[in-house]
């Protein structure tokens, strides 16, 4: 299996982990734990990775996303969108090993599959802006 597989699969199990928490209104490391100790541990280690990355600059993500997201607070996003932006974002800005493009087109593809039909276009477009000020961002 690639790489690009496996991570891909690993954003998907991260997301899952990110989405549960967001709707128990716990942290997404409890939630991570919670699944560790019922012996559902992810497989791939970058689901913990992105997971721990998200929760540990949860507070400055969330403060990028109520910026570039106009016309839409992070309580009026389908959870799905909240969670899968949180996951791009936390990549293109604190993953070096994953290109920009990547992530954008990672979470464009978790969205396509799990969220509403206008989602992409949303998702693309708060991305986007935010990778054109990313050098102020970082």
Do not use: C
């Amino acid at each position: 299996m690639s790489s690009g597989g496996a991570r891909s699969k690993a954003r998907k199990r991260a997301l899952d982990v990110l989405f549960a928490a967001d709707l128990r209104r716990e942290s997404a490391v409890e939630s991570l734990d919670r699944s560790i100790a019922e012996g559902a541990a992810p497989t791939n280690p970058y689901t913990e990775t992105l997971v721990r990355g998200v929760a540990e600059h949860l507070v400055r993500i969330d403060e990028v996303l109520a910026t570039y997201a106009q016309g839409w607070t992070l309580d009026r996003m389908p959870a799905v969108d909240r969670n899968v932006l949180r996951l791009g974002v936390y990549e293109m800005l604190y993953v070096d090993d994953v290109p920009d493009a990547v992530a954008v087109s990672e979470a464009l593809a978790l969205v396509r599959e799990l969220s509403t039909d206008e989602s992409p276009s949303f998702v693309n477009g708060v991305l986007g802006a935010i990778l054109k000020s990313k050098p102020t961002l970082v």
